[in-house]
């Protein structure tokens, strides 16, 4: 009787070590797998997709919520076609009472081979362009956010040109480009008006490209924008003004390059080298810098551009018409008038840039800022004497050579 007994324990003790051992292995199994077959995520849980992304990557575009040196996260562009409803246009702003001066280098349109009155004609048009292609906009409203990536030739650019009365509008100041030059070569952007959108002109490995007489207005961030391997660009005789709508500080006219902050995003990692583009005879009033030239570029030309102060907003960044962190530029015969601080500006972002700029004959009215009219705080750059300043000193020591 006493062997039944042990033998019944001990069967009774296996038997309960098995059970253990069992759901012991259920909930194993169940952490493991999520329980209910993985098809609900749980409160806490982090579900990761391990399916391979072997789609297209298109070119990023400036995120809604970021931009200028701070952005801080990327949204595809949106399409004309893709955006239902466009927001109404709203003018909040004048222009500056500030003639756009006339000079040197200004390029006139040819007769057209193809004239557009729509939004959709226009869209067709710029698909179809190829080199010796004239794109004429009639007076009107083409509403949208329209794309430029053919390829046109030195010898045969592609136009598109209007009058100031040719406007396109790009539905709201929130996000998208009016005029993307995607990859595009040899392109004249002539005459007509860009207005109502996050970006006014924006070019992304774009080359030898003019933009030239636009009126570029009432923008949500930055006017004219050269960046991610875009060199040999020209923006000149343009009026810009109402920039930084969505975003003051954010609110450049003219802007080169990509910061360094910026890289990983805009230019796959590398230095962001928009070289050797020109701003000309450029009339503008933001809210941020009127121009501004970011490290990593090289050998452009500000020139004969006049800057209109009144709107910079001064929040400890936008303090100046002009900064210059590139290398190897030529400042030459601009006018500013109203400034928070100072007229020009050097910085140093990395090492090795900032340096080897000229400042030559320019004309500078701080109006009593109580900053200088360039203040060098890179180092390395030249300052001729011929700058004449107004209003406070030309430089920290009140030196030029």
Known sequence: MRIEIDIDKKTMIAAGAGAAFTILIVVVLYGIFGGGGGQEQQPGMV??????????????????????????EEEEPVRKDEEEDFEPFTAVQQPPDIAVPDGAGKIACPDPTVTVTTA?????????????????????EYQGRFVAAAKGTEAQPIFVCG???????????????????????????????????????????????????????????????????????????????GTGLRK????????????????????????????????????????????????????????????????ITGDGHNDSWVDVKGNGYLIERNTGRGSPADGFQTHKIINGWGTGNTFRANVIDLGGSGGYGINDTAGGNTITCDNEVTGGPLTKKSECS
Not at 47 to 72: K, M, Y
Not at 279 to 307: H, L, M, P, Q, Y
């Open 47 to 72: 579900v990761e997709n391990i399916q391979p992304d072997t789609g297209p990557r298109p070119l990023p575009t400036l995120g809604a919520e970021d931009s200028g040196e701070d952005f801080t």
């Open 120 to 140: 959709e004609e226009l869209t067709e048009a710029l698909a179809s362009a190829e080199p010796g292609t004239v794109i004429f906009m009639e007076p009107g």
């Open 163 to 241: 009058s100031r009365d040719a406007i396109i509008d790009g539905g709201g100041l929130k996000e998208g480009y009016a005029f993307h030059l995607n990859e595009a070569e040899y392109w004249r952007l002539i005459g007509f008006t860009v207005r109502h959108a996050q970006k006014g002109v924006m070019a992304d490995k774009s080359n030898f490209n003019v933009v030239q007489d636009l009126d570029v207005n009432h923008i949500g961030d930055e006017a004219i924008h050269f960046r991610n391997f875009s060199s040999d660009n020209i923006a000149q005789y343009n009026l810009i003004w």
């Open 248 to 311: 003051d500080k954010y609110g450049e006219g003219v802007y080169f390059g990509t910061a360094e902050s910026n890289w990983a995003t805009f230019s796959g990692g590398q230095m962001d080298k928009s070289d050797r583009n020109i701003a000309r005879g450029n009339v503008i009033r933001a809210t941020a810098e009127a121009i501004d030239i970011k490290e990593g570029t090289s050998d452009g030309k500000i020139i004969g551009n006049i800057f209109d102060g009144s709107m």
